[in-house]
Structure formats: C-alpha cells, structure tokens
C-alpha cells in the first residue's frame, strides 16, 4: 500500500509539474483553435465538422482565419478531408449520406462555389458555379433539387471605371438585393438555375422537406436594420407564389423544418420590443400563425432540433448555464435532457437513429468542441487544442449579487492563479455588448478578455451581467430600455463594490473593458463614473448618443430595443448620457480602440471621445484605429495587438500603478 501510495504521489506531481509546463501566451490565445459546425450521418457513426484554424501571427500573411474539414470515422479516426488554406463552411450530407456538400472558394474560383466529397474516400469536385457568390444552400430530400441565395450581380464595367477615376458611392442607394434560386444538381441538363422573381430582398432559403415548396426569410430592402427588424418567414412554391406568410413581429432567427416537412419551429422575439432572439414558436403552416412553446421561459432560447415531427429538443440559456429541454408539441408536455451546469451547449447537431444527440459545446477548460449525450451520458469527440491540458486553469464561478435597488444579478469571474480567498487583487470588469448579450459559465477566453493570461499575471476578470442582459427572459432583458447608461451602468459599480466587500477587488486596482455597448460602459465608467475606475478600455463603443444615431446602420433597432425614443424627443437627455457630456470630470486613463471600417458604431464615435479628453486635457488617452476592420477585430495581427495594447494598459495603472501613459510601440517588428 505505501508503494502503491508512493507511485501515485509520484504520477501526481509529474502531472503537477505537466500542468504548469506551458506558460499561455496572448499569441496562444489568439490562435486557439474551435469546432464551429459538425453533422452526423443519420446512424451517428460519422461525425463531418470544421474546424477554426486562425493564421499564424507574424508568419502568415494577413486574412481571415482559415475552417478546415474534418471526419470522425467509426473506429474513432479523425481524418482530414479539406485541409491547408482553406475556407470551408456550411457543410451537409447527400441524402443517400454517400457526400458532403460544402461551399469554398478555391484555385480558380471567383467567389463561393458548391462542391461535394465523397464521405468514404475519393477527390472533391466542383458541384455548382453560379455567376455571383452562393451566399447558403438547401438541398431537397429527393437529393437533386438545390435552390440558392445570393445577390445581384454588381453594375457592369464597374472595375474599368474604378480605373479611370470614378468611384463615387452614392450611400444606401446602391445595396445589391438578395435573390434566390432553384436548379438540379446530378443531371445532364446544362441549363443555369432559375430566378424565383421576387420584389423582396432575400436572406435565406430552406427547402421545404417532401413538398415542392421554399421558406425563405424575407426584407423590404436590404439594409441591416430592417433584415434584423423588419424580416419575416414567407412559404412560397417553384413557381414563387406565395403559400403563407408567418405571422411574427420583432427579430427573427433560425427556422428549421422537422424530417417529413409537416412542423415548423422558428426562433423569434415575443414582439417588436424584445431585444434578442429567444423565443420558439411553432408554426401554423396552414394559416401562418405562430404560438411560443415556452412562454414565460426565464432563459432565452439558442437553438433548436427535431427528434421527430412530434418531439422538438430546445437550447435554452438560464442565467450563465444552458439546458436542453424535450419538448411534445401536440401535448406541450416537455422533460429535461441535460440540466444546467454540466456545458455550455452552443447548437443542436443531429439527434440520430442511435438515440445519440451531437453538441456543440465549450466549458470553461476549452473552446467549442463535438460532444455526443446519449442517456444522460455525455461523450467528448474532439479536441482542438491538446497543449491545453498542459496549462493550469484559472478557477472560474458563478457569482451573485444585489443591485442598489434590490435586484439580484450574477456574473462570472475568473480569478487569478493560486488566488487565496481573502487576497485582494487587480480586477478587470470585462462588460459585454448588446446590451442584449450575457455572458456564460463557459469559455470566456479571446482576445478582447484573455482571462487565462490575466489570471496568470495576478489579475481576477469579473463578467457582470447587468440587466437589459439575455439568459433570464424577456421581462429582465428589457429593464434597461429608455434608460442609456442609468441602472444598467450603476449595476456595473454595484458588482465592483460587492467584489471589494467580499475582499476579492482591491478598491484602488479596477479597470473596465468591453466591446460596443461595452465600450459605451468603459467610456461611462472612465467619465460620468470615473471615481470607480482606475483605468479604462474601450472598444468600438459609444460616446455621443446624438451623433451615434445618425451615424449607425442601425437606427430602427436603436429605436425600438433600446432607447424606446428618438434623439429629438428629448435632445438634453441624450446629451447627458453620453460620456462626452461628463469629458472634463474624467479622471481615469483610457485607451480607445476602433475598428476603421465600423459601420455599426462609426469611428468617429471613438474621434470624439478622444479629442474632447486631449483638449481637456486632464487625463492620458489614446486613440487606436483598425484599417479593414469592423465592428469587432476579425484578424489575427489585430486583434493579438488589440490584447497586448489591453493588458498592458491595465498592467501600467492596476498593477505599476504608474502616472503617465505607456508607450504606444509594440515589439511587432522584432517577433516577425
């Protein structure tokens, strides 16, 4: 026994020291790997999935990430099938499950093409080329018909006139309409697709299972606010006559047919005030309308999947969990698959002939990956980053608290290593966006909140999801509307007060990040609250509510969701919920960054924010911008500059506690 003892001290501290071999860098996570979309045969045996492969920082050349395909075989292969520099997405079996259809653009294509490959071994061909880039698919259960989105072709001898000069853009008046098309594929026809005429912009088409009949969501126009608005589902024939029109009001998401064609589950809004998608109804094929299974659900619904035309399985988020429910449509009677707590399931794969259902999951060890449930079992099928298990985990945890006027409210924190209860430390209040977002007990770990690296450099990183956040129904998800940065920005100084009292935040050590609306309560907290904060990081976020109306794509859902009121209601109340009114008070140092191509929170929202503080000049700021990037960083060189700018932002107020500004250069040149 005391053998036996010795070895398994001795395995335990080689797996010690294992665990702590790997010292996370930023360039690690920016270059973390994850599943983002998996399909089974109808058996379960084969899993297809792709696989996000970010390019390598200072050896590639710039662009977006490359998705590479994958096959788990019976006997537990992983074979790569589409490998290399790749893009390949929106991935589906044949029917007869001999192929898998993916769209790419490869060698000598001008944009995305539909190809196939054979699921048992053999080349992949070129299935399907139109004149414009396929935007999504649906293939029928005949396995031939295949109707497509795409957009009109731009104007002719466009790129000759670029040449000579002329390039002027004439602003939301040359936006290019989404149409869609039907064609056969495995025939000797050489015939184009066929147009379905219609006078709407089209976002995307779904053929209707064991009818000759298309679902397609549809827009007036196709500017973003009225495709995330103002959308709606429409049943139509080949012939493109309508069939039924659902009746919806508010945001639309997914929709999905069950196997035989006769249910319709659709994820909605409860009406036109509801800030995000979460609602699931059931749809009336007959006459259009639509009932919410779950009313009243104190969650937001993700995803959702049939069993079969009578059991639909619903995701569910509740609070900073999720859960998957089973639900009877006819008798509305439902159980619960998987409880909250265990994943943070993502979507809903395949529920197959096995009783097997396929996830996608993460937790707060690893990024998105392939799980199979069956009996309440659940079962790992890929692992994307195996230098993982040679990190030490930050402890990670749910916690709640009470807000000044008695609400309770919860977020996740991530503390630092070897952290000892009682120990204050430097905290970062990492704020998400939306607000109508929330943050989950799962995998928070990316380049605009690295809490791994945090965790090793001594920080805690705080998630507070403050209300007018999701995941705790519509009612909670509304209580910030007609209040910009009132209680829901107040509720952001309660969890840094409640983290002080519980002896985790050192009071003079608290920073405040986020992205979009969280960089609006990172402008907030560095002015009107600036008492609070001891340095500040903000991204893409807002600064003048007046100005950032007239500059968004979005001022319909602005209006709608948010601030339930136009700029000129009320000009002075605007005015004084923005962080450029409360300028000359700041006193916390902030860093500004932007996205140059934003169009959602234009840049010039950040230009704002930056030179009324430089004039004032009572506070370091600087003011960071993006070429080519949006409304978030989409690359690798950005956004691994983005996530040393940020901790070493924080790491010269919170940790050096130094006056001054950092220095603006970073050792890019040297790592190249």
């Known amino acids: 026994m005391a053998r036996l003892f010795s070895l398994c001290l001795g395995a335990a501290l080689a797996s010690a020291s294992v665990a702590q071999a790997h010292d996370i860098t930023l360039q690690d996570i920016v270059q973390m790997q994850r599943v983002n979309s998996a399909i089974t045969t109808s058996d379960g045996d084969y899993i297809a999935y792709t696989r996000v492969r970010p390019r390598t920082a200072y050896e590639d050349d710039d662009g977006p990430a490359y998705t590479e395909l994958f096959v788990k075989t019976p006997d537990s292969e992983h074979v790569p099938y589409i490998s ?6 929106q991935i589906r079996f044949s029917d007869d499950e001999n192929y898998i ?21 053999g080349e992949s061909s070129q299935s399907y080329s139109h004149d414009t880039a396929i935007n999504s698919y649906s293939i029928g259960s005949d396995g031939n018909t295949f109707a497509f989105t795409t957009r009109e072709a731009a104007a002719e001898n466009n790129e000759e006139l670029a040449k000579k000069g002329f390039r002027a853009e ?21 015939s184009e697709a ?50 039924v029109r659902l009746q919806t009001e508010g945001k639309l998401g997914a929709a999905r047919f069950s196997d035989d064609g006769s249910q319709l589950a659709v994820l909605g809004a409860e009406d036109q005030h509801d800030p995000a998608v979460g609602r699931i109804l059931h749809a009336n094929l007959a006459n259009g309308e639509t009932r919410d299974l779950l009313p009243g659900y104190e969650g937001h619904v993700r995803d959702m999947l049939w069993q079969d035309s009578e059991h639909l399985l619903i995701l569910g988020e509740t609070g900073t969990e999720t859960e998957i429910l089973r639900f009877n449509v006819r008798s509305n009677e439902h159980s619960q698959l998987l409880e909250p707590g265990r994943l943070i399931v993502q979507s809903l794969v395949n529920y197959d002939d096995n009783g097997r259902l396929t996830i996608l999951a993460n937790s707060p060890a690893h990024p998105g990956e392939v799980y199979q449930l069956a009996n309440g079992e659940l079962q790992r099928i890929t692992d994307s980053n195996p230098w993982l298990a040679d990190v030490e985990q930050p402890r990670q945890e749910t916690i709640r608290y009470t807000a000044r006027d008695g609400l309770e409210l919860e977020g996740v924190m991530v503390y630092p290593l070897n952290y000892r209860e ?17 943050v989950r007990n799962g995998w928070n770990d990316r380049y605009s909140s690295p809490t791994w690296y945090a965790a090793a450099q001594g920080f805690a990183t705080f998630f507070p999801n403050y209300r007018g956040s999701t995941g705790r129904g519509v009612e909670f998800s509304q209580l910030g509307q007609n209040d910009y940065a009132g209680k829901e ?59 950032k109306f007239g500059t968004t794509d979005i001022p319909n859902e602005m209006h709608l969701v948010h601030a339930r009121s136009y700029p000129w209601d009320k000009w002075q109340w605007y005015l004084e919920r923005s962080p450029i009114y409360w300028a000359e008070q700041a006193r916390t140092p902030i ?82």
């Open 194 to 243: 066929r147009q379905i005429e219609l006078n709407e912009h089209v976002l995307s088409a779904a053929l209707r299972p064991q009818h000759e009949q298309l679902l397609l969501r549809v827009a007036a126009t196709p500017f973003v606010d009225d495709s995330m608005m103002l959308s709606n589902y429409l049943l139509i024939d080949f012939d493109g006559n309508e069939v």
């Open 84 to 89: 290399g520099d790749v893009q390949v997405s």
């Open 170 to 190: 004439v602003f939301e008046e040359e936006l290019r309409l989404g149409q869609v098309f039907i064609h056969t594929l495995n025939s000797d026809d050489d």
């Open 489 to 547: 920005f107040d509720d952001i100084v309660d969890a840094k007060e409640h983290l002080v009292e519980a002896g985790i935040a050192d009071p003079d050590r608290v920073g405040i990040t986020g992205g979009s609306y969280g960089g609006y309560a990172s402008a907030w907290g560095a002015t009107k609250q600036t008492e609070h904060f001891a340095a500040a990081v903000m991204f893409v976020g807002i600064s003048n509510n007046l100005s």
């Open 591 to 672: 860093l500004i960054m932007h996205g140059k191509d934003d169009t959602r929170v234009h840049p010039s929202q950040s230009m704002e924010l930056y030179r009324y503080l430089k004039v004032h000049d009572n506070v370091p700021v600087r003011l960071v911008l993006y070429p080519g990037e949006g409304h978030g960083n989409s690359r690798v060189g950005s956004q691994l500059d983005y996530a040393m700018r940020l901790m070493r932002w924080m790491n010269f107020y919170l940790v050096e506690q130094n006056d001054g500004i950092p220095e603006h250069e970073l050792p890019h040149a040297e790592n190249l």
């Open 422 to 438: 009682g120990q204050s430390v430097p905290v970062i209040m990492s704020i998400h966006g939306g607000p109508e977002a929330h």
């Open 101 to 121: 259809h993916f769209i790419a653009k490869r060698e000598d294509d001008e944009h995305n093409t539909l190809y196939r490959i054979p699921l048992r071994g």
